[in-house]
């Protein structure tokens, strides 16, 4: 049977080797480390770069701080949207409180 992996990806020079092993053209690749993610223009350059020449059928998720001031995650998702990251996975957005519902709900476009 046909079973997909989630690399996980810590520099930038990994997620370029990973992408071209066997059988990762289908793969999905969750980069952890802020070396991975863009702190400077400069970075972000050099991973839109490397996001341009993976195979259409790789998946990107970044994880994505939750519960910043003035929802700031948002910003910061749609920015690595713009960088070529395909997906977003929101960390400790459910902390067990009332709010989580109002929250999950804002965050996925329902309000």
Not at 8 to 25: G, H
Request: proline share 5%.
């Amino acid at each position: 049977e046909d079973v997909g992996i989630i690399w996980t990806v810590n520099e930038a020079e990994q997620l370029k080797v990973l992408a071209n092993t066997e059988n990762s053209a289908r793969g999905v690749f969750l980069l952890l480390d802020e070396s991975v993610l863009p702190q400077t223009e400069e970075n972000a350059d050099a991973l839109t770069k490397t996001l341009s020449g993976l195979p259409n059928s790789i998946v990107t998720i970044a994880p994505l701080p939750t519960m910043l001031p003035q929802n700031a995650e948002i910003a910061l998702g749609k920015y690595y949207a713009l960088l070529g990251i395909s997906s977003m996975l929101l960390m400790k957005v459910c902390v067990g409180d009332d709010e989580d519902i109002k929250y999950s709900q804002r965050h996925r476009g329902d309000q």
